[in-house]
């Protein structure tokens, strides 16, 4: 009896305190049906009463102290029912389950059936997680979903032993996961129903899932416990599903385009591929430092010089620098390199990826995002980085030759919508301003697809030189709302030009670096490293390759995680990012 009145107890919703769970129950009370589950969809339109008026500090300050509370002695009440069932010979930690169906294929397979209809010869196996429970006396309705979808599970009294139907009101919680034996049947109310003639408990759940009413509403605690927000809000399995499905219909275009999937190092000797700082590890046995990749591009590029033509790498990048909406520590990219082929090659690759990605996961070329439609029909605007910031701002860069202090004055005087002053400090030339005001005045304004073409040589070190204009190079960025896409150059195959740009972007890095040690010498306390904190050295190996003799090539590299976050209308990366990096919780 007190392991009956503890389970009543226990089957309140989470909002109540544990004090009144720890109380014995009334003596004789009539028995109502109950509903709790985990799911907003499958939970009763009836919401409980309002709490009664509190002061507010006050119920801050217990807040956390309860929820704790109620977790632990609900945990302790399931850890006695374990015990129970180990106790009368049931193993409540299955090894498998037999299924003869998903639920979406008894949903798809029997909706013709009739309301009240039983299919009494069909016998299905299905299995998964409880997230709804509704007791009517002799009766229990349960529903329970899987991968697929959710469908209801019929228990009758007369249908089971009486050692189970005593289980499905004593021991089963909303969270437990079962397997469960019976035919097809449609109750009076059209509900398709497994008429249940047999169950197991398949994993019996410890911790309460969030409550009905409330559902996991804590950002934070979602990305924490991403695998109990994929359970209070299915929708967020989804999102995976559909990342899952933009990687595969990348690799599906890129094989049909003849390129070869290549594997190159995470852990590598110099940082190199893009301008970022590293995640610097040490090696025990080598007695060396080395560094997560910030690119997989120097590596790829190898490639093309040991004679493989088209290769292309799905995979994760790592850089030590801001988290926001936008970036993560980690994030997967495909970088693709193609000899013979210079980056007008790469726009039409950027834009046959992104398409067939929508039509993969859309079936269409119109997209939502955030209450804005993007048209993804091609072809798509292209534009060079002058004339966009020429048009934005009416000043040509171009005016000013290398005149760095007349191209800062310009910048000086741009109104920005946020009334801020455009940061020039660390431009040391007139490619670098330029830069600086498309990315703080044009670069958000890019809602439509649309490749920015020919930036600065000054900020694109692997770059070719632009055939036709000094100064810059075959570059393009690719924007879709605001946010980089892709990246792509026209490859640098002369050696001793690769070379001389990387001692001056070491020299300018350095120079930055060795501001930053003196300021932090001059000043009291202590300061954050910045991004020029960290040593940058020059690929040997790579420029060595160089010399071997590179074909002429074109390279692009597209952010997959902004390529989902648009295709599932996720405003934050961490939106798609199963387990993203976070601050340790105080």
């Known amino acids: 009896m007190e392991a009956l009145r503890a389970w009543r107890a226990s089957s309140n919703l989470l909002g109540f305190a544990a004090s009144r769970a720890a109380k014995a129950a009334p003596a004789a009370r009539p028995l109502h049906p109950h509903v709790r589950c985990c799911s907003p969809a499958a939970a009763s339109t009836t919401k409980p009463p309002p709490p009664p008026p509190q002061d507010r500090r006050r119920r801050s300050a217990s807040s956390s102290s309860s929820s704790t509370s109620d977790r632990e002695s609900i945990r302790a009440i399931r850890l006695k029912k374990v015990e129970e069932l180990r106790g009368k010979g049931y193993e409540p930690y299955a090894y498998k389950w037999d299924r003869t169906h998903t639920t979406k294929e008894l949903q798809d397979g029997y909706t013709h059936l009739e309301n009240g209809e039983v299919c009494a010869d069909v016998a299905v196996s299905i299995a998964g997680r409880i997230v709804a429970r509704r007791a009517f006396g002799k009766l229990v309705f349960m529903t329970v979903r899987d991968d697929s979808g959710t469908i209801q599970l019929y228990c009758e009294k007369d249908s089971l032993t009486e050692e189970q139907f005593e289980q499905l009101k004593t021991i089963i919680d909303i969270g437990d996961i079962i397997g469960a034996n019976g035919s097809i049947k449609k109750t009076e109310k059209g509900e398709l129903s497994v008429y249940v003639k047999n169950f197991e408990i398949l994993t019996k759940s410890l911790l309460p899932l969030p409550d009905k009413y409330h559902g996991l509403t804590d950002v934070d605690k979602r990305y924490r416990q991403r695998y109990v927000d994929m359970i209070a809000n299915p929708e967020v399995a989804d999102v995976f599903r559909t990342r899952a499905k933009v990687v595969s219909e990348i690799r599906k275009t890129m094989e049909s385009f003849g390129f070869i999937e290549v594997e190159t190092p995470v852990l590598q000797g110099a940082a190199g591929g893009a301008e970022a700082r590293p995640f610097i590890t040490h090696h025990n046995s080598l007695q060396r430092d080395l560094y997560l990749r910030i690119a997989t591009e120097l590596h790829l590029k190898r490639m093309l010089v040991g004679g493989l033509e088209k290769v292309y790498e799905i995979g994760r990048i790592f850089r030590n620098e801001g988290i926001s909406t936008r970036h993560n ?256 919780q105080q």
């Open 329 to 584: 520590p980690e994030f997967t990219t495909i970088e693709m390199y193609e000899a013979y082929s210079d980056y007008e090659s790469m726009m039409n690759l950027a834009e046959e990826i992104v398409t067939r990605c929508a039509m993969a996961t859309h079936g269409k070329l119109r997209v939502d995002y955030q209450g804005t439609e993007i048209s993804l029909e091609r072809p798509w605007r292209r534009e060079t980085m002058h004339s966009l910031v020429k048009e934005a701002t009416g000043i040509d860069f171009n005016s000013f030759g290398e005149d760095l202090e007349s191209a800062k004055n310009a910048a000086r005087g741009i109104k920005t919508e946020s009334n801020e002053n455009i940061s020039l400090q660390a431009c040391s030339s007139v490619g670098h301003v330029l830069n600086e005001v498309f990315e703080t005045v044009v670069e958000s304004s890019l809602v439509q697809p649309t490749f920015v073409l020919d930036y600065p040589v000054e900020i694109s070190p692997l770059a070719k030189p632009h055939r036709r204009y000094a100064g810059l190079t075959e570059r393009f960025e690719l924007f879709i709302c605001g946010r980089e896409i892709g990246n792509a150059f026209s490859e640098l195959t002369d050696p001793i030009d690769q070379r001389g740009r990387f001692e001056n972007q070491i020299k300018q890095h350095n120079a930055k670096r060795a501001a930053m040690t003196k300021e932090v010498k001059s000043t009291e306390g202590k300061h954050e490293e910045d991004d020029f904190s960290y040593e940058v050295t020059l690929d040997e190996d790579f420029l060595t390759s160089l010399e071997y003799g590179m074909p002429p090539a074109s390279g692009m590299g597209l952010g997959i995680d902004r390529l989902v976050m648009l295709l599932t209308n996720s405003a934050s990366i961490r939106d798609v990012i199963a387990f993203p990096v976070l601050k340790i």
